[in-house]
């Protein structure tokens, strides 16, 4: 367990690191979308044939707002709007097919919201129908989706499995009533065991359970019930997030609770300590940051062999360099470049149907950006990252240096000239190590307003 002590030093806002640079720091005054596509191309014919590419799919379409969510999406009841949205959002793919020299091969597909069972079976059926039509698949490729317990069906998990998914993550957040209740997330646990009981016997090999700890009203008592209950229904996978308190951002619907109501930072941390000692008590290792995974599962092959990847879809199995984001608000990524869609569904629909890429701004990598980004990614990843050169300035280099001295003061990594590793205790505050690398949230020193706290 982390001391309070440190629990106190180092709790302040900072990145999750699904890129860098993060969003926030984009230079979109040097972006353009033909920049964008031009990177793109680029990274497409060297990467193609190696790796392929992954899609993410974005479906922001909600029936109920819980007010723990800061993802882009609209609340309706109205279905109607099902149809021309998926439309848009095979409109924007044939956009990109069009820019492509030769046929893509995707080894990955994620379905995210919103909610993406909102959505029809028979419209999932049409999207992914679409989307693989005049492509091929890689032999091992990932296709995955997030299910909401209360309106994910056999229907919908038939059809998606029929197309070739086999991973489901289930949100699941908390199973007390009094946090359901403060997060708007009424969900009984009959709900939760009937899916995860359907999509087994359906076939599905990897299902996920989402848990959240540091939400308003949680107590050690609680988190222990929930996980509990987890346990009973053995996931293959479990994401035990950080509750990101955000309410500033626009639209984001954190005020169903008082800002009293949330844990300290060292109670939040107690939640997570207790946690993984009960995940780990039964069989579940720690992967990366806030993942779980039984051994047969291949987010913990991955890590074992070296091969575990962050992109904007958080942790995954897949080493595409080309990860193209479609929908609303959903983030592209090339390696080189990174572009956002317009955030706004109506305008995002309108612009497609002109036939214009969606892309409202985004960010060219310089090499320095890339050299950082490998190390961050290499540290959240793999808890370890080494260089040959770093091609920083004496100064730039003496204050990382000094902050990395810090760190190994504390106990939290061993580094030399040419590297570092985090040791176990530093594992709680691996998003620290990673600031210590970020150059623009250095330069800006902005962070306040722009995340959430990193215990």
Same mark, same amino acid.
């Given at each position: 367990?982390?001391?309070?002590?440190?629990?106190?030093?180092?709790?302040?806002?900072?990145?999750?690191?699904?890129?860098?640079?993060?969003?926030?720091?984009?230079?979109?005054? %040097?972006?353009?979308?033909?920049?964008?596509?031009?990177?793109?191309?680029?990274?497409?014919?060297?990467?193609?044939?190696?790796?392929?590419?992954?899609?993410?799919?974005?479906?922001?379409?909600?029936?109920?707002?819980?007010?723990?969510?800061?993802?882009?999406? #609209?609340?309706?009841?109205?279905?109607?709007?099902?149809?021309?949205?998926?439309?848009?959002?095979?409109? /924007?793919?044939?956009?990109?097919?069009?820019?492509?020299? +030769?046929?893509?091969?995707?080894?990955?597909?994620?379905?995210?919201?919103?909610?993406?069972?909102?959505?029809?079976?028979?419209?999932?059926?049409?999207?992914?129908?679409?989307?693989?039509? =005049? $492509?091929?698949?890689?032999?091992?490729?990932?296709?995955?989706?997030?299910?909401?317990?209360?309106? %994910? %069906?056999?229907?919908?998990?038939?059809?998606?499995?029929?197309?070739?998914? #086999?991973?489901?993550?289930?949100? $699941?957040?908390?199973?007390?009533?009094?946090?359901?209740?403060? &997060?708007?997330? *009424?969900?009984?646990?009959?709900?939760?065991?009937? $899916?995860?009981?359907?999509?087994? %016997?359906?076939?599905?090999?990897?299902?996920?359970?989402?848990?959240?700890?540091?939400?308003?009203?949680?107590?050690?008592?609680?988190?222990?019930?929930?996980?509990?209950?987890?346990?009973?229904?053995?996931?293959?996978?479990?994401?035990?997030?950080?509750?990101?308190?955000?309410?500033?951002?626009?639209?984001?619907?954190?005020?169903?609770?008082?800002?009293?109501?949330?844990?300290?930072?060292? +109670?939040?941390?107690?939640?997570? /300590?207790?946690? #993984?000692?009960?995940?780990?008590?039964?069989?579940?290792?720690?992967?990366?940051?806030?993942?779980?995974?039984?051994?047969?599962?291949?987010?913990?092959?991955?890590? /074992?062999? @070296?091969?575990?990847?962050? =992109?904007?879809? @958080?942790?995954?199995?897949?080493?595409?360099?080309?990860?193209?984001?479609?929908?609303?608000?959903?983030?592209?990524?090339?390696?080189?470049?990174?572009?956002?869609?317009?955030?706004?569904?109506?305008?995002?629909?309108?612009?497609?149907?002109?036939?214009?890429?969606?892309?409202?701004?985004?960010?060219?990598?310089? =090499?320095?950006?890339?050299? *950082?980004?490998?190390? &961050?990614?290499?540290? *959240?990843?793999?808890?370890?990252?080494?260089?040959? &050169?770093?091609?920083?300035?004496?100064?730039?280099?003496?204050?990382?240096?000094?902050?990395?001295?810090?760190? /190994?003061?504390?106990?939290?990594?061993?580094?030399?000239?040419?590297?570092?590793?985090?040791?176990?205790?530093?594992?709680?505050?691996?998003?620290?190590?990673?600031?210590?690398?970020?150059?623009?949230?250095?330069?800006?020193?902005?962070?306040?307003?722009?995340?959430?706290?990193?215990?």
């Amino acid at each position: 367990m982390a001391d309070s002590s440190l629990i106190k030093k180092y709790d302040v806002p900072g990145p999750r690191y699904t890129s860098y640079p993060t969003v926030p720091h984009w230079k979109n005054e %040097t972006f353009s979308t033909e920049k964008w596509t031009k990177s793109l191309i680029h990274t497409f014919v060297e990467t193609n044939h190696t790796s392929g590419i992954s899609l993410y799919i974005h479906l922001p379409y909600c029936e109920s707002l819980c007010t723990f969510c800061a993802c882009h999406k #609209r609340i309706t009841k109205n279905h109607t709007v099902e149809l021309p949205y998926i439309q848009a959002v095979l409109k /924007e793919w044939s956009l990109y097919l069009a820019l492509f020299p +030769e046929k893509p091969l995707i080894s990955e597909i994620h379905l995210g919201g919103g909610t993406p069972s909102f959505f029809a079976p028979e419209m999932l059926q049409l999207l992914i129908a679409g989307i693989l039509e =005049n $492509v091929e698949v890689t032999a091992k490729h990932e296709f995955s989706f997030e299910g909401h317990p209360n309106n %994910t %069906t056999a229907e919908h998990l038939q059809t998606l499995y029929d197309l070739g998914f #086999r991973r489901v993550s289930f949100g $699941v957040q908390d199973y007390d009533p009094q946090v359901q209740k403060a &997060i708007h997330r *009424i969900q009984p646990f009959e709900n939760v065991k009937k $899916v995860t009981e359907l999509a087994r %016997t359906i076939g599905y090999t990897s299902v996920s359970h989402d848990l959240v700890f540091g939400l308003p009203f949680q107590k050690i008592s609680s988190v222990e019930n929930t996980i509990q209950k987890t346990l009973e229904l053995k996931p293959d996978r479990i994401a035990f997030y950080s509750y990101a308190h955000v309410p500033w951002i626009k639209g984001n619907g954190q005020r169903g609770f008082e800002d009293e109501n949330l844990p300290s930072g060292e +109670e939040k941390r107690l939640l997570y /300590e207790r946690g #993984r000692a009960m995940f780990e008590q039964n069989n579940y290792a720690e992967i990366g940051m806030d993942h779980f995974a039984l051994p047969e599962d291949n987010l913990y092959k991955a890590q /074992e062999n @070296g091969s575990l990847h962050r =992109n904007f879809m @958080g942790y995954t199995t897949t080493q595409s360099k080309v990860l193209l984001g479609l929908g609303a608000s959903s983030i592209s990524d090339c390696w080189t470049a990174f572009a956002q869609n317009i955030k706004e569904i109506d305008t995002y629909i309108e612009t497609v149907n002109a036939g214009e890429l969606p892309v409202f701004k985004g960010h060219i990598l310089s =090499n320095e950006d890339i050299f *950082i980004r490998q190390q &961050i990614l290499n540290i *959240i990843c793999q808890l370890e990252t080494s260089w040959q &050169i770093f091609d920083w300035s004496g100064q730039e280099k003496e204050i990382l240096f000094e902050k990395l001295e810090d760190f /190994e003061e504390d106990g939290l990594i061993t580094f030399n000239e040419f590297g570092l590793k985090v040791l176990p205790k530093g594992k709680a505050f691996i998003r620290n190590i990673c600031m210590a690398f970020d150059k623009h949230l250095n330069q800006t020193n902005s962070q306040q307003k722009l995340f959430s706290k990193t215990i």
